[in-house]
Structures are given as structure tokens and as C-alpha cells.
């Protein structure tokens, strides 16, 4: 689909696309825009009423087909690119090659979001049935999507828009892909792919590697699968860049639980247990694509967490590249001693300015926070003020929990420097972030982000739990207010 830039409505434009805001502007707005199209006004204000997500579809006397989408009353960035991307969803087999979204009634910056939720609407979820459906005219290569706008930066702003939607439409195939097609080196060649493509450096920690510079807990995870850990290292760095940001995101590729097996019931969803790896490299890609004055380095922990004979056990007492050793209670809790790897390796290798890590990490947070928001771990509340007002800006909310001391108590060991679960049926999320804690070496500007009940969930746009590239669009948002 190609996506262009026109100042006036070309004359053989067939399909129409204006969203509203319900505001007290609502009722004018409607009226000019059906007299531009020449639409009854009385007719199509008793239809349609802006509400959020609403579309409906009216014939002019002009032969144009006309749809009007609702953005309802204060919409974020996600609930207006969820407007767009739901339209498209829902009409795409019934849109021809070319159709025209007019944007001159909204403000500027909503233009990026109307031409993302356009292009996310032609995701294609059917990564590998054998027979596909057919593509939708506007979404394939001759597809052409008009944005009416005055504003003279247009271009740049679809520009912009397209490098978000596609990072993220690679995103989503990530998370969704099973796990005998995506294994640690998967999202290590993915990393590699990327960094030649935008021109970031990535080096990759294979197995032999990691033995030689003791990341033994992340072996330690990796050691009952056949496909050997990764650690993926990426680093991107702008000659203007005044800050030094690390990411470490969380990449188990599947999660068995280990001994500690899981039930078998949901056990399925756990190919998206990579789902703080996928953030990492959709933000790292993105950063470089865009060219963000920034000095950006993504730490990802990539393993597959099997049931083997080889497997390590509940009791087993291992090592960790901090050098502390770790008591292992419940092998299920296998994130945390990863992310302890890549937290500790991001701190003495490249001492960032702000770190900050992503993990699909308990069902605990779930049970509190539930499928609408992730949870905010920090001590420094101006990290944290800064990372909830990005959540809050491009949709993706944050909440912050708290990590007192008194938590510690919980990951006490009687035979080892930290034990890697308390055992409780409650505080899972906090005591599972004071064991991170343990390994950032007293970070001051450190957040933990628990997007486990984000990441991957319940969508309009699937019949079943998808990836929802959680966590790129916020930390670009953060960076990009950081500078």
C-alpha cells in the first residue's frame, strides 16, 4: 500500500474516510462535512454519534461512499489508531485500491495515529495456513491511501507513521509465531537482520561465550533445551546523543515451567513469554529507523525454558554473572534469573544513565493490575512520573506498585545469597522485582516493567490472544520526551 500526501480531494476519489471527536465542535463539523459530500445532515445525525470506535458508512449524492469514524470524547493516541485500525479491519475485503482518510478536521499530531491504525488494520494474522485468504485491494502493492491535509509536514508525518506501524506489524508476527518457529536464535537473527538494515551494532553471546563469562543464570535456564541460550546485545548510538538509555528485555522463547511444569490448560500461550525481548527490539529498530538523538543499548536474555533430564531443579543452588549465587525454589520463576544476567551484564559493561526492563514476568501482576495495565517498579519517582505520563499518552497505562524493603524478607535464602521465589501466594510481582533489584547494583534511575498481562492478550482484532507489541510505542514516547 502506498500512502500519499494530497492538499484537495482528487475527483475520483470513491471512498471517504472523517472521524469526529464527540466535543461541542461535533454537530458544526458534521454539518460542513456533509455539505462537502453532499450528505442529508438530518439523516446521517441520526445514525451516527462519534462514539469511540463507531463507523458508519453513507452514499452521497456524488456516488462517493463516505464513512464517518467516532473517536468519542478524550481519546488517547491507542484509542484513536484502535478507531482506524478496526475500520480497516472490519471493511478491508469491501475497500477498493484507493481510498482517502481527511484529516484537516483533526489536530496535527492525531494524523500519525489515523495512518498507523490504517496500516495495522491490514495485519494478517494467518501466518501459516496453507490456504490464505486473498489480500484486500487497498493493502496490496497498487493499494493507494490518500491523507487530505493542509499541514505542510504531511509527509513526514506519514513517513513517520509507517516506520511505527511496520516495526510493530514484525512485533506482532514475533509474538505470535509458536515455538518451533522461534527459538533463541530466531530473535538473535532477528536482532542481526535489523542492526545491518538500520545501521545499529549487535552482537550476539552464544553458548560457549556465555559459559566463558559465567552468565550461569542464564545457562542454568537454558540447559534443558535443545536450542542453546543467546544473550543478544544491541547498541545504537546518534553522534547527538546526551543520554545513555539500556533496555533489558526478557526472551524466553517458550516456557514450560521447567520441573515446575505448568498446567497444561494455558500452557500454549507461553510462546509469548518474549514478549519484553519483543519490546526491546521494536524499540531499538525504531530508534535507529528515526534517528533519535539518543545512545540506546537493548540487552536481551534469549533462552527456552524445556523439561529434560539435563533440566535444572528446584533446590539447585546456581551461580549468576554478578557473581551471587541463587537458591532455585520453583523453576517457573526462570525470567527473574535471566533478566538478573542481562540486568547485571547492561550495569558493568555500559553503565547507562537510565535502565530499564520489560518482562511478561508473573501472573501476580495479572491478578492485580489485569489485562489493562503493566506494572511500574522504581525508586526514583521521576523515572517513574515520566514513564506513567508516556504510558498514558500513547495508551499503554502503567501503575505503579511499591518495593519497600520490608519485601526483601521474601527472597531470603538460608543457603544461598538470594532465593529466586518466596513461596507466598501474595506480593508475587514485588518480591519477583526485589530479586531483580538485587542484581542492578544499586541502580538509582532503574524501572522494572511487568507486562505480563499486556503483551499478549484478548483483541478485537483476533478470535484468539495476540501479540499487541506492548511497550514500543511507550518507550519511544519516553525517549523521545527524555531528549
Known amino acids: 500500500m502506498k500512502i500519499n500526501h494530497i492538499t484537495q480531494l482528487n475527483a475520483d476519489s470513491k471512498v471517504i474516510v472523517q472521524s469526529f471527536l464527540q466535543d461541542e465542535n461535533f454537530d458544526g463539523q458534521l454539518q460542513k462535512s456533509c455539505a462537502d459530500y453532499a450528505l442529508n445532515f438530518d439523516l446521517v445525525n441520526q445514525d451516527f454519534k462519534a462514539e469511540l470506535k463507531e463507523f458508519q458508512i453513507f452514499h452521497s449524492a456524488n456516488n462517493q461512499k463516505v464513512i464517518y469514524v467516532g473517536l468519542g470524547e478524550k481519546p488517547n493516541s491507542l484509542d484513536i489508531i484502535k478507531a482506524f485500525r478496526t475500520l480497516f479491519l472490519k471493511q478491508k475485503t469491501k475497500l477498493p485500491d484507493g481510498v482517502t482518510i481527511d484529516v484537516q478536521n483533526l489536530p496535527n499530531e492525531w494524523i500519525e495515529y489515523a495512518v498507523i491504525g490504517s496500516m495495522l488494520g491490514g495485519y494478517d494474522l494467518d501466518l501459516y495456513k496453507t490456504e490464505r485468504k486473498g489480500t484486500s485491494p487497498i493493502f496490496q502493492k497498487d493499494g493507494v491511501l490518500n491523507i487530505l491535509s493542509s499541514l ?142 539518543v545512545h540506546l543499548i537493548g540487552v536481551i536474555p534469549a533462552c527456552e525454558n524445556a523439561v529434560d533430564g539435563k533440566s535444572f531443579k528446584p533446590s539447585d543452588v546456581i551461580g549468576s554473572y554478578s557473581g551471587k549465587t541463587i537458591e532455585i525454589i520453583d523453576t517457573d520463576a526462570e525470567g527473574r534469573l535471566i533478566l538478573a544476567d542481562g540486568l547485571n551484564y547492561l550495569v558493568k559493561n555500559y553503565q547507562p544513565d537510565t535502565m530499564i526492563d520489560l518482562a511478561t514476568l508473573t501472573g501476580s501482576c495479572v491478578a492485580t493490575l489485569g489485562y489493562h495495565a503493566a506494572g511500574l517498579f522504581t525508586n526514583n519517582d521521576e523515572l517513574a512520573q515520566n514513564l506513567a505520563k508516556a504510558g498514558d499518552q500513547t495508551g499503554e497505562r502503567l501503575w505503579r506498585l511499591p518495593l519497600w524493603d520490608i519485601y526483601k524478607e521474601d527472597i531470603t535464602s538460608d543457603v544461598a545469597d538470594v532465593r529466586n521465589y518466596s513461596g507466598k501466594p501474595m506480593a508475587g510481582a514485588i518480591s519477583a522485582t526485589k530479586f531483580l533489584e538485587v542484581f542492578t547494583e544499586n541502580h538509582p534511575n532503574w524501572a522494572h516493567l511487568d507486562i505480563a498481562g499486556t503483551a499478549f492478550g484478548d483483541i478485537e482484532f483476533a478470535p484468539q490472544r495476540a501479540g499487541t507489541a506492548f511497550g514500543v510505542r511507550l518507550l519511544l514516547e519516553f525517549l523521545e520526551k527524555m531528549v
Not at 538473535?188 to 538500520?198: I, P, R, T
Not at 520441573?259 to 513469554?273: E, G, Q
Not at 514478549?275 to 521494536?282: E, I, N, R, S, W
Open 152 to 293: 505542510e509536514n504531511t509527509n513526514d508525518i506519514i513517513s513517520r507513521a509507517k516506520a511505527i506501524a511496520k516495526t510493530q506489524m514484525q512485533i506482532f508476527d514475533l509474538m505470535n509465531a509458536p515455538a518451533n518457529k522461534k527459538t533463541p536464535q530466531t530473535l538473535a537473527d532477528w536482532a542481526v537482520n535489523s542492526g545491518k538494515k538500520f545501521g545499529y551494532s549487535v552482537n550476539i553471546l552464544e553458548k560457549q561465550q556465555l559459559k566463558s563469562q559465567k552468565l550461569e543464570a542464564l545457562l542454568a535456564v537454558g540447559q534443558g533445551s535443545e536450542h542453546p541460550p543467546v544473550l543478544i546485545v544491541m547498541e545504537y548510538k546518534s553522534p547527538e546523543a546526551k543520554q545513555k538509555v539500556g533496555l533489558v528485555g526478557k526472551g524466553v522463547t517458550f516456557d514450560t515451567g521447567g520441573i515446575s511444569i505448568k498446567s497444561s490448560t494455558n500452557m500454549h500461550l507461553m510462546k509469548s513469554d518474549m514478549g519484553g525481548a519483543a519490546a526491546v527490539l521494536g524499540t531499538i529498530e525504531l530508534a535507529a529507523k528515526l534517528q533519535l538523538p
